[in-house]
């Protein structure tokens, strides 16, 4: 059993971005704002000023990475910024963080290729499925549950 997520131990994690603020970064947030009882503290700095250099961009990626224990990579930042989707992914496996890639949002587009290569998990955008996966991955919890339906008979 892995160390539970709590309020004064919450997950640490990071979402892709490419210093800009999108709906799909704050759609992550969005929906673990919705789940009960999930705390956790975003490592991502997409607000900082973007770096004038790629090596400087790569650096800063690392230290958000690293401060991280699971990393979010979204599907749909792949075709604007596929070589810094492909540096998050291998500098996280590199780090042995896990990897969760969200799949593209409302519509039915493949996932590339070069990210599910390198994910622990593909998610579709189900906060429940993203939360489970988050306890699964970066702190080993069973994520076994049950959901219970009441209903009448009339």
């Known amino acids: ?3 539970p997520i709590t309020e004064a131990n919450p997950l640490r994690l990071f979402v892709s971005h490419d210093w800009a603020d999108d709906h799909d970064y704050h759609r992550v947030f969005e ?3 919705s789940r009960d009882h999930f705390h956790y503290r975003n490592c991502s700095r997409p607000q900082d000023l973007r770096p004038p250099t790629a090596e400087a961009r790569r650096e800063a990626l690392r230290a958000q990475i690293a401060s991280a224990e699971a990393v979010v990579l979204l599907a749909a930042h792949y075709a604007p910024n596929a070589e810094a989707l492909e540096f998050m992914s291998v500098f996280a496996q590199a780090a042995r963080k896990p990897v969760l890639v969200l799949r593209h949002f409302g519509v039915a587009l493949p996932v590339p290729v070069a990210l599910q290569m390198g994910a622990n998990a593909l998610l579709d955008w189900d906060g429940r499925a993203i ?8 702190r080993g919890e069973d994520t076994a549950g049950w959901d219970v339906v009441e209903f009448t008979l009339d």
């Open 1 to 3: 059993m892995g160390t």
């Open 131 to 138: 939360v489970d996966a988050f306890r699964r991955y970066a």
């Open 31 to 33: 929906f673990l704002e």
